[in-house]
């Protein structure tokens, strides 16, 4: 009796193989190199090497490991804004943005990136002669919170760049509906408080009724250490119809 080999089962060991040798790429592209890659970033980061940082590439990191450096870049400039060193974090400011702009359009339905973008456009207005970003942050912003509209912590970001961009009454209305959202104004509670003041100065100037009723009500539920100032300019607006000399300060 002769025996005949069963080839019916090479095109499963063929599959087979090919899967394995997939699955093993995708672990070490997906978790080896990634740890490799910010090994050597933290290396970097602890050296205080921010010269060879900034000559870095996206070339020279996988996507994933890309992204978590510029979320790194943009927490120590939010820092440095916070110890008021803003100026001497320039470059590490400028190579964020540059990684948020290479991300946006390779990834541009991530709103995390845009917003991520937006804020540090915010950053860079603050810088001499750079007032043009708070347009840029505008149109990132409102790219973000077309792909997620819920988002508090995004709609009182954007509705405070309205507000740095004068544009009143937009501001108020994303504030508005943030607050809605949520019934409070976020982790940025006084930085929301203090624009909201200003877009109740400039209607109260303009002595607008409706917009400065509605601001200052919202003001009297979130902002108790004011709570009497805003009740007494109701009062006198919406009952007397008196527009009393009152300072924001």
């Known amino acids: 009796m002769v025996m005949q080999k069963n080839n019916n089962n090479i095109p499963t060991i063929i599959f087979l193989g090919v899967l394995s040798l997939f699955t093993l790429f995708v672990f070490v592209y997906g978790t080896i190199i990634p740890f490799a890659q910010m ?22 990191f996988s996507p994933i490991i890309w992204r978590d450096i510029a979320k790194f870049l943009l927490d120590a400039t939010v820092k440095g804004r916070s110890s008021g060193k803003i100026q001497t974090l ?20 991530y709103a995390y990136d845009y917003a991520a973008l937006g804020q540090a456009y915010s950053l860079k207005s603050q810088l001499p002669n750079q007032d043009n970003y708070l347009e840029k942050a505008e149109v990132v912003y409102k790219k973000a919170i077309e792909i997620m509209p819920e988002r508090q912590k995004l709609l009182y970001a954007y ?17 508005e509906h943030a607050y809605e959202l949520s019934g409070d104004l976020g982790a940025e509670t006084d930085t929301i408080i203090g624009s909201l003041q200003k877009i109740m100065v400039y209607y109260y100037e303009k002595q607008d009724r409706e917009k400065l009723l509605k601001i200052a009500n919202l003001l009297s539920r979130v902002d ?12 006198y607006v919406q009952n007397k119809n008196v527009w009393p000399e009152i300072s924001f300060e």
């Open 224 to 235: 108790s250490e004011q709570m009497d100032l805003y009740g007494q300019l109701i009062d």
């Open 159 to 175: 509705g405070l760049n309205l507000s740095l961009l004068k544009k009143y009454k937009e501001s108020f209305d994303i504030y």
């Open 90 to 109: 320039a470059g590490l400011l400028d190579k964020t943005i540059d990684i948020y702009e290479d991300l946006v359009n390779k990834t541009p339905f």
């Open 39 to 60: 090994s050597d970033f933290s290396s970097l980061v602890k050296a205080g090497k921010t010269d060879l940082l900034l000559k870095k590439e996206s070339k020279d």
